[in-house]
C-alpha cells in the first residue's frame, strides 16, 4: 500500500487533518486501533475554541455544527457562593460552541466515508519505521494478515498510549510531566443544563463543573480522590454532593435524572518535546496532556492539525519545506500556553490535600482580583476562547 500522508489514529485530530488534506488533494490513509463504534462511543470535552469551528468549516464538516452547537459567550466562575461570569464576548470578541467531541468525530468519519477515504479499523502491531530516512513506512496486522504502507511522512495522532511518541528514541525526546493528587467523577445525564453557561466552582468540598452538550443532555463533574470507585457513587449520591458544591441559587433549580454513563478520570499536564523526529510529526495527546479545566484537550489538538496541514500543503502544493520544518517549534510555543492556562485553571479551582489556610486565601484573593479587575478578566477570556494561530 501506497500513500502520501499515513495518519495513526482515528479520532479527530487524525480525521480533521485528514480531512482538511483531501481538501487540498493530498492523499491519506488512517489507521485506527479500536472499531469505529469504539472510537464514537468516547464522552469527551464538548467546548469548542472558534479556531477549531473554523477549521471545521474550512474541512466542509460543519454543517451540523453551525445549526446545533451553543454559542457560548460567557462562562461562570464560583468560590463557595460568590460568583464571577467572564465576558467572553466584551473581552475577547467571540464566543466558544458547545459541541460535544463525538458528535465532531462523527461528522468527520460522514464526510471521509462519503468520498471514500481509507480508514482501516482493529489494526493491531503497528510499527513505525524509517522515521529518519526519506522512505518511512509503517507495518501492522490487520484482518489477520501483515501488511505495511509506504508513506511520504507519518502523523501521530494515536493519544497518551500509542506508539508514535515512543517511536521517537529516548534520547531524542524530553518529557515534562505533573501528575495531579485528585480526578475528576464525571456523569452525564439526560436532563437540562443547570445554567445556559458553564460553572467552574470551587468549594470547601472541592471543584464541580456544571456543564452540557445540549439543551436535555448535561455533563457533570465533582473533584475525587485517585483511588476512588465508580461503584462507590450512586447517581442520588452524585447529585447531593454536586448540590453542595455549586452555588446554592443553582442548586435549588438543578434537574436531576439517571446517569446514563459515569466514569472517573485523572488529571495530569503533560509534554513531549520534539512534536516531530524526521518524518514523524506528533499531533494532540500523543505529544501533550492539559487537565480538563479549561476545556484545551481537544483544541490544543486542534491547534497542532493547524500548523501540521499548513506545513504540509505548503510542502506538496509549493515544494516549501518551512511549515514542516518549524511545525514543532510553532506547536509546541502554543501548547506551553495552553498548558499554563490549563494548570492556573486547575490550580486556582481545586482543594488540594497539602493546602494550608495561606492557600486557601490566596485562591479566594485571586477569585475576587477576577471579580473586580477588567484586566484580569480579559486575559481569562482570551485563553478560555483560545490563543491565535
Given at each position: 500500500?501506497?500513500?502520501?500522508v499515513?495518519?495513526?489514529?482515528?479520532?479527530?485530530?487524525?480525521l480533521?487533518?485528514?480531512?482538511?488534506?483531501?481538501?487540498?488533494?493530498?492523499?491519506?490513509?488512517?489507521?485506527?486501533?479500536?472499531?469505529?463504534?469504539?472510537?464514537?462511543?468516547r464522552?469527551?470535552?464538548?467546548?469548542?475554541?472558534?479556531?477549531?469551528?473554523?477549521?471545521?468549516?474550512?474541512?466542509?464538516?460543519?454543517?451540523?455544527?453551525?445549526?446545533?452547537?451553543?454559542?457560548?459567550?460567557g462562562?461562570?466562575?464560583?468560590?463557595?457562593?460568590?460568583?464571577?461570569?467572564?465576558d467572553?464576548?466584551?473581552?475577547?470578541?467571540?464566543?466558544?460552541?458547545?459541541?460535544?467531541?463525538?458528535e465532531?468525530?462523527?461528522?468527520?468519519?460522514?464526510?471521509?466515508?462519503?468520498?471514500?477515504?481509507e480508514?482501516?479499523?482493529e489494526?493491531?502491531?503497528?510499527?513505525?519505521?524509517?522515521?529518519?530516512s526519506?522512505?518511512?513506512?509503517?507495518?501492522?496486522?490487520?484482518d489477520g494478515?501483515?501488511?505495511?504502507?509506504?508513506?511520504?511522512?507519518?502523523?501521530?495522532?494515536?493519544g497518551?498510549?500509542?506508539?508514535?511518541?515512543k517511536?521517537i528514541?529516548?534520547?531524542?525526546?524530553?518529557?515534562?510531566?505533573?501528575?495531579?493528587?485528585?480526578?475528576w467523577?464525571?456523569?452525564?445525564?439526560?436532563?437540562?443544563?443547570?445554567?445556559?453557561?458553564?460553572?467552574y466552582?470551587?468549594?470547601?468540598?472541592g471543584?464541580?463543573?456544571?456543564?452540557?452538550?445540549?439543551?436535555?443532555?448535561?455533563?457533570y463533574?465533582?473533584?475525587?480522590?485517585l483511588s476512588?470507585?465508580?461503584?462507590?457513587?450512586?447517581?442520588?449520591?452524585?447529585?447531593?454532593?454536586?448540590?453542595?458544591?455549586?452555588?446554592q441559587?443553582v442548586?435549588?433549580?438543578?434537574?436531576?435524572?439517571p446517569?446514563?454513563e459515569?466514569?472517573?478520570?485523572?488529571?495530569?499536564s503533560?509534554?513531549?518535546?520534539?512534536?516531530r523526529?524526521g518524518?514523524?510529526f506528533?499531533?494532540?495527546?500523543?505529544?501533550?496532556?492539559?487537565?480538563?479545566?479549561g476545556?484545551?484537550g481537544?483544541?490544543?489538538?486542534?491547534?497542532?492539525?493547524?500548523?501540521?496541514?499548513q506545513?504540509?500543503?505548503r510542502?506538496?502544493n509549493?515544494?516549501?519545506?518551512?511549515?514542516i520544518?518549524?511545525?514543532?517549534?510553532?506547536?509546541l510555543?502554543?501548547?506551553?500556553?495552553v498548558?499554563?492556562?490549563?494548570w492556573w485553571?486547575?490550580?486556582?479551582l481545586?482543594?488540594?490535600p497539602?493546602?494550608?489556610?495561606?492557600?486557601?486565601?490566596?485562591?479566594?484573593?485571586?477569585i475576587?482580583?477576577?471579580q473586580?479587575?477588567?484586566a484580569?478578566?480579559h486575559?481569562?477570556?482570551?485563553?478560555?476562547v483560545g490563543?491565535?494561530?
Amino acid at each position: 500500500m501506497r500513500t502520501q500522508v499515513a495518519i495513526i489514529g482515528g479520532g479527530p485530530s487524525g480525521l480533521l487533518l485528514a480531512q482538511l488534506l483531501h481538501k487540498e488533494g493530498v492523499d491519506t490513509i488512517v489507521l485506527e486501533r479500536r472499531t469505529k463504534e469504539h472510537v464514537l462511543s468516547r464522552i469527551r470535552a464538548g467546548v469548542l475554541e472558534q479556531g477549531l469551528v473554523d477549521m471545521m468549516r474550512a474541512a466542509g464538516t460543519a454543517e451540523r455544527l453551525d445549526r446545533e452547537g451553543f454559542k457560548h459567550d460567557g462562562t461562570v466562575l464560583s468560590f463557595n457562593d460568590e460568583i464571577v461570569r467572564i465576558d467572553l464576548a466584551k473581552h475577547a470578541g467571540r464566543p466558544v460552541t458547545v459541541y460535544g467531541q463525538t458528535e465532531v468525530t462523527a461528522d468527520l468519519y460522514a464526510a471521509r466515508e462519503s468520498w471514500g477515504g481509507e480508514t482501516l479499523f482493529e489494526v493491531d502491531d503497528v510499527e513505525l519505521k524509517g522515521l529518519d530516512s526519506d522512505a518511512p513506512y509503517v507495518t501492522f496486522r490487520h484482518d489477520g494478515q501483515d501488511k505495511r504502507i509506504d508513506c511520504d511522512f507519518i502523523a501521530g495522532c494515536d493519544g497518551f498510549h500509542g506508539v508514535s511518541r515512543k517511536s521517537i528514541p529516548e534520547n531524542v525526546r524530553t518529557e515534562y510531566e505533573k501528575v495531579y493528587p485528585f480526578g475528576w467523577l464525571g456523569i452525564l445525564s439526560e436532563t437540562p443544563p443547570a445554567n445556559h453557561e458553564l460553572i467552574y466552582a470551587n468549594s470547601s468540598r472541592g471543584f464541580a463543573l456544571c456543564s452540557m452538550r445540549n439543551a436535555h443532555l448535561s455533563r457533570y463533574y465533582v473533584q475525587c480522590e485517585l483511588s476512588d470507585k465508580v461503584e462507590n457513587w450512586s447517581d442520588e449520591a452524585f447529585w447531593d454532593e454536586l448540590r453542595r458544591r455549586i452555588p446554592q441559587e443553582v442548586a435549588e433549580t438543578l434537574v436531576t435524572g439517571p446517569s446514563i454513563e459515569k466514569s472517573i478520570a485523572p488529571l495530569r499536564s503533560f509534554v513531549s518535546e520534539p512534536m516531530r523526529w524526521g518524518r514523524l510529526f506528533l499531533c494532540g495527546d500523543a505529544a501533550h496532556i492539559v487537565p480538563p479545566t479549561g476545556a484545551k484537550g481537544l483544541n490544543s489538538a486542534a491547534s497542532d492539525v493547524y500548523y501540521l496541514h499548513q506545513g504540509l500543503t505548503r510542502y506538496y502544493n509549493d515544494k516549501d519545506n518551512e511549515g514542516i520544518d518549524r511545525y514543532s517549534e510553532k506547536a509546541l510555543a502554543r501548547v506551553w500556553k495552553v498548558e499554563r492556562f490549563s494548570w492556573w485553571m486547575t490550580s486556582l479551582l481545586h482543594r488540594f490535600p497539602d493546602q494550608n489556610p495561606f492557600d486557601l486565601k490566596m485562591q479566594q484573593a485571586e477569585i475576587a482580583f477576577l471579580q473586580e479587575n477588567e484586566a484580569a478578566q480579559h486575559a481569562l477570556a482570551n485563553n478560555y476562547v483560545g490563543l491565535p494561530y
